[in-house]
């Protein structure tokens, strides 16, 4: 049986500024992980934004699970929507390959929770099919799933706090408008940093 995980995170910024900066938590210093990001589809829907993208991160094991896991590093599906009219974000990400030995599925949902707050209800389901060590992969991939949270919510807060610095008390709670051409933008901007980043370590290396 599949392993679940669920937790909330409140984040001290608008909706606004969350849906923008969503698209550039990438690169940030506590998610070194993430080694690129690639846009596959992006769509303007129903006054939503509709966008499909390619991660990949690095794909760290302890000993025993390199005869399981030889990939040094694993891709990941991220699919989006936006609802910028009723202020919505929802992302669905799940890994490709290896998903016999292990399948991640995360839900996260983006909602404004007071003013100057936004809220990710985050739902994840860890399952595994290997024969005879489906208990100790599940278990290692919720453990494993769980401190990625910490250091992801870290690592937003990060570029958040970088993108909307307040300086007075008085800004925090200051409402931003973006439209979905501005969150568009940025997303599309955000894959080019993720592509100049990965030339910039092939050249240096």
Same mark, same amino acid.
């Given at each position: 049986?599949?392993?679940?995980?669920?937790?909330?995170?409140?984040?001290?910024?608008?909706?606004?500024?969350?849906?923008?900066?969503?698209?550039? %938590?990438?690169?940030?210093? !506590?998610?070194?992980?993430?080694?690129?990001?690639?846009?596959?589809?992006?769509?303007?829907?129903?006054?939503?934004?509709?966008?499909?993208? !390619?991660?990949?991160?690095?794909?760290?094991?302890?000993?025993?699970? =390199?005869?399981?896991?030889?990939?040094?590093?694993?891709?990941?599906? =991220?699919?989006?929507?936006?609802?910028?009219? %009723?202020?919505?974000?929802?992302?669905?990400?799940?890994?490709?390959?290896?998903?016999?030995?292990?399948?991640?599925? =995360?839900?996260?949902?983006?909602?404004?929770?007071?003013?100057?707050?936004?809220?990710?209800? %985050?739902?994840?389901?860890?399952?595994?099919?290997?024969?005879?060590?489906?208990?100790?992969? $599940?278990?290692?991939?919720?453990?494993?799933?769980?401190?990625?949270?910490?250091?992801?919510?870290?690592?937003?807060?990060?570029?958040?706090?970088?993108?909307?610095?307040?300086?007075?008390?008085?800004?925090?709670?200051?409402?931003?408008?973006?439209?979905?051409? =501005?969150?568009?933008?940025?997303?599309?901007?955000?894959?080019?940093?993720?592509?100049?980043?990965?030339?910039?370590?092939?050249? $240096?290396?």
């Amino acid at each position: 049986m599949a392993r679940y995980f669920e937790n909330s995170t409140t984040f001290n910024f608008s909706w606004d500024q969350v849906a923008l900066g969503y698209w550039k %938590r990438y690169p940030n210093p !506590l998610s070194t992980h993430v080694l690129s990001e690639d846009t596959c589809s992006r769509q303007v829907k129903d006054g939503c934004l509709y966008t499909k993208r !390619l991660l990949t991160k690095t794909n760290r094991v302890p000993k025993w699970g =390199e005869r399981f896991f030889s990939a040094k590093s694993v891709k990941i599906i =991220e699919e989006s929507i936006v609802d910028p009219e %009723r202020k919505v974000l929802i992302t669905y990400t799940r890994n490709l390959g290896y998903t016999k030995v292990m399948s991640v599925v =995360e839900r996260v949902e983006y909602r404004p929770a007071g003013p100057g707050q936004t809220i990710a209800k %985050r739902s994840a389901w860890i399952d595994s099919q290997v024969f005879g060590f489906s208990r100790a992969i $599940r278990a290692f991939g919720l453990d494993r799933f769980r401190k990625n949270c910490n250091q992801m919510v870290n690592g937003f807060n990060h570029v958040l706090h970088s993108m909307f610095p307040r300086p007075a008390a008085a800004h925090a709670i200051a409402p931003v408008a973006h439209t979905l051409k =501005e969150m568009r933008d940025a997303a599309a901007a955000a894959t080019d940093r993720a592509k100049a980043n990965v030339l910039s370590s092939v050249n $240096r290396s």
